[in-house]
């Protein structure tokens, strides 16, 4: 099973990018999906953490400190598809970002190493720059 995260690009600082994470053939429904991202650099690090929507009425989302208020996830699951929308982007956020599960429910916390996940795949580039 390999995650495909798209709709990354060339955005000006301030601007705003909506990344996809999809994953044919898999039911992303059921498990908490992950968004890292490495800068030019810099280690992976995570981002963000929707969990499992099944089973429950709300979805508990997780962001790192430097994203909050800016970055917001969302799950459609008619489209097996989890959103990654990205606003006030700012140079800073210039990096490859991937989505990945390690195929729990739950998140467990955006400390989780990326190559620790189950299942992940290629990432998309996103460049804030003007």
């Known amino acids: 099973v390999q995650l495909q995260a798209s709709g990354g690009g060339l955005v000006q600082p301030g601007g705003s990018l909506k990344l996809s994470c999809t994953a044919p053939?898999?039911?992303?429904?059921?498990?908490?999906i992950y968004w890292f991202r490495q800068a030019p650099g810099k280690e992976r690090e995570g981002v963000s953490c929707?969990?499992?929507?099944?089973?429950?009425?709300?979805?508990?989302?997780f962001y790192v400190d430097s994203v909050k208020g800016r970055f917001t996830l969302a799950r459609d699951n008619a489209k097996n598809t989890v959103y990654l929308q990205m606003n006030s982007l700012n140079p800073e956020d210039t990096a490859v970002y991937y989505c990945?599960?390690?195929?729990?429910?739950?998140?467990?916390?955006?400390?989780?190493?990326?190559?620790?996940?189950?299942?992940r795949g290629k990432g998309t580039l996103v460049t804030v720059s003007s």
């Open positions: 990945a599960t390690d195929t729990l429910s739950n998140c467990r916390g955006l400390q989780q190493s990326y190559y620790g996940m189950d299942f």
């Open positions: 053939g898999f039911n992303l429904d059921y498990y908490a």
């Open positions: 929707i969990s499992s929507g099944i089973g429950s009425s709300n979805t508990a989302t």
